[in-house]
């Protein structure tokens, strides 16, 4: 009996320190299908952290370009963001976004949208 609630214990401490492990919960990765729904022509802080080069080539409704490769003015840049509205973000892949949604987050963002796709994601049919 005692070696049952000895595992039982266990399973309840166990269970406990897994619900208390932090969750990002500010940084949610979204597809072409939310993009179109939640951004396409709507007011919203879409932004573009690839190369003005890339940026210029195309890029998706009325994003904004914060060149990510160029980070003391992309940090300047994030500064003129509202905080208190989604940010969505996207690069060409979706390497370069995750890491600006990382940026954001640690600037205080708590509605930060990962285009995981990206921009070559967006251009398929």
């Known amino acids: 009996m005692q070696h049952i609630f000895k595992k039982g214990l266990f399973l309840v401490f166990f269970v406990g320190i897994l619900s208390c492990q932090s969750q990002d919960t500010t940084i949610t990765r979204v597809d ?6 939640e ?3 709507k007011d919203v ?5 690839r190369t003005p080069e890339e940026y210029n080539a195309g890029h998706i409704d009325d994003a904004i370009n914060f060149d990510l490769s160029n980070r003391s003015a992309f ?7 509202d905080k ?7 690069c060409l892949v979706g390497s370069r976004s995750a890491y ?15 285009y995981s796709g990206g921009y070559n994601d967006w251009m398929k049919n």
């Open 84 to 90: 208190d509205q989604p940010v969505y973000v996207y």
């Open 32 to 37: 072409k299908e939310a993009i179109k729904a």
């Open 100 to 114: 600006a949604a990382k940026i954001l987050r640690s600037k205080g963002f708590t509605k930060i949208y990962d």
């Open 45 to 49: 802080q879409l932004v573009d952290v």
């Open 39 to 41: 951004v396409i022509g």
């Open 75 to 81: 940090m300047k840049q994030v500064e003129t963001l």
